[in-house]
């Protein structure tokens, strides 16, 4: 079934959901299709499916096991989200055996799911794409409320000191470019390269709410959100330009004492060979000094 990582597969069956079954008698052909969905990751412990724990990609692996009724299927994901991050439009790539229409198949998948996760679309796809190989970049959307918000608080940071926000643009320029990120992520910089190219960050005000976007090839563990982290101390006060240079210079535990929560974060978009970026930073909602929209 082409490139196959043992994480990203349905599970095995000491986990396989008691419904579903191998069919040894397959006929129909093994066909690619591309997934775009949104999910709310409050309740999830990240994307990549493990044992003990509830996941996006778990809870997509047992829906579509009870719709195509085998677990010979490869499920894959553009990227890993932590646990507690959101995603707007997360992009994966299904293989299975199935004469079901993309459109039917969604929808029967949609109705196996939970409320907080959503497929938005599936189509076919040429036999070698690969959601994670393929994709050219990725962008990641912050939003901090400057205000305490009952009903936006699962998707924003609440930060109640002020914040400059010129300081925090002007400290984005120390992220752009490529840039060894190895201060700001929980990956082992011995086991994997710790080297990004980030393309572009954005900061926008838009009522009560601070947005930033952050576009790059690719992002370590944890790496949004202890940059995030960083801009907020800086806008603070706390920290100068200089001191947040720094971190590039040597390796530093002070990002991740930082590290900002899950719960703003939202992967944004996945983009391929062909995809228009973006043009306009928005905000999943609305926050003003009156109300929530």
């Not at 293989?95 to 459109?103: H, K, R, Y």
């Not at 930060?159 to 400290?171: E, F, G, H, T």
Request: aromatic share 8%.
């Amino acid at each position: 079934m082409g490139r196959v990582q043992t994480a990203d597969i349905f599970p095995p069956a000491s986990i396989r959901p008691s419904n579903v079954t191998i069919n040894p008698n397959r006929n129909n052909q093994m066909a690619r299709f591309k997934l775009i969905l949104e999910y709310e990751g409050t309740r999830y412990s990240g994307w990549q499916i493990q044992k003990n724990a509830r996941t996006v990609q778990g809870e997509l692996s047992s829906a579509f096991g009870s719709v195509l009724n085998t677990s010979e299927f490869e499920l894959y994901g553009a990227g890993r989200t932590d646990a507690g991050v959101h995603a707007l439009q997360q992009v994966a790539h299904l293989e299975a055996a199935t004469m079901l229409a993309p459109e039917i198949l969604r929808r029967k998948v949609n109705d196996e799911l939970p409320s907080d996760i959503n497929i938005l679309e599936i189509s076919k796809a040429a036999p070698q794409f690969h959601a994670r190989h393929d994709a050219l970049s990725r962008s990641y959307l912050y939003q901090i409320s400057r205000r305490r918000t009952a009903f936006g608080k699962k998707f924003v940071w609440w930060i109640k000191d002020q914040l400059d926000i010129n300081r925090m643009r002007s400290a984005t320029k120390l992220f752009t470019g490529m840039k060894d990120f190895r201060s700001f992520t929980a990956d082992d910089p011995e086991e994997k390269s710790t080297k990004v190219h980030i393309e572009h960050i954005e900061i926008r005000e838009l009522g009560d709410i601070i947005l930033i976007r952050f576009i790059g090839s690719h992002f370590l563990w944890k790496m949004v959100r202890q940059v995030v982290g960083v801009l907020a101390e800086v806008g603070r006060g706390k920290l100068t330009l200089e001191q947040a240079a720094s971190f590039f210079d040597r390796s530093s535990d002070q990002p991740a004492k930082l590290t900002a929560p899950p719960s703003g974060l939202f992967l944004e978009r996945v983009y391929y060979k062909g995809d228009k970026k973006l043009e306009s930073l928005e905000p999943v909602m609305t926050i003003d000094s009156g109300a929530i929209r």
